[in-house]
């Protein structure tokens, strides 16, 4: 009951007044809030160039603050990703993605959320990752262009989705997806080697 009180009256600050995250923080579990605080110490630790103490999570006057909910909380879930924590990383990464927030930033976290099913092989949440960012890649292509001087660089679900569609027997699906990244630009090292393998594939069962 004490702590109840307490909770009240304490001063909300910080990056969780700041993001306007203060109702989600509090309608989680304890040991979910334990689990976020754990990992944005860590955060906070290990990265030398992260902006915030861990005073800042609480507390304190942060009027501009360098993250939107979304990259906040990608942020922390990254580290646990790291820590090789799978089931807080996943939960921090969905609740991030159901924030209000860019495209880009959207396609950041899928990205992160498929490096996490690749690490647990799980290959249907792989192939859901890839779709949902191959659907919002023309969301964010402008921008990516632009974050990279005019280029695209190369994007990992493109290539997986590649590598699942060939993996399933979808060869000619997998071969038109390969064709879309060289008409759009997207760098893909191995376009040519995967072109031949795929073509050869269609040859020898004699749907070229």
């Known amino acids: 009951m004490i702590g109840k009180v307490f909770q009240i009256f304490r001063e909300k600050g910080g990056l969780l007044k ?47 603050p ?32 159901e924030m209000e927030g860019s495209p880009y930033e959207e396609h950041l976290i899928l990205n992160d959320l498929l490096l996490l099913a690749q690490k647990l092989g799980d290959f249907e949440a792989m192939e859901n990752y890839c779709r949902r960012d191959i659907e919002l890649f023309p969301q964010y292509r402008d921008e990516l262009e632009r974050r990279w ?3 695209i660089p190369q994007l990992n679900t493109f290539e997986v989705m590649v590598y699942l569609l060939e993996r399933k027997g979808k060869v000619r699906e997998a071969l038109e997806l390969a064709e879309f990244m060289k008409r759009e630009g997207i760098t893909y090292p191995y376009y040519e080697d995967v072109k031949k393998r795929l073509l050869e594939k269609l040859k020898d069962e004699g749907r070229e």
């Open 18 to 64: 700041a993001l306007d995250l203060w109702d989600w923080f509090e309608s989680l579990h304890p040991r979910q809030q334990k689990a976020v605080k754990k990992y944005y110490s860590l955060k906070v630790i290990k990265n030398l160039n992260f902006p915030y103490k861990a005073k800042h999570f609480d507390s304190g006057e942060i009027s501009r």
């Open 66 to 97: 360098l993250y939107t909910k979304r990259t906040f909380l990608a942020t922390i879930a990254q580290t646990a990703l790291l820590e090789g924590d799978y089931e807080t990383a996943k939960w921090l990464y969905e609740s991030a993605i």
């Open 149 to 151: 001087g005019g280029k």
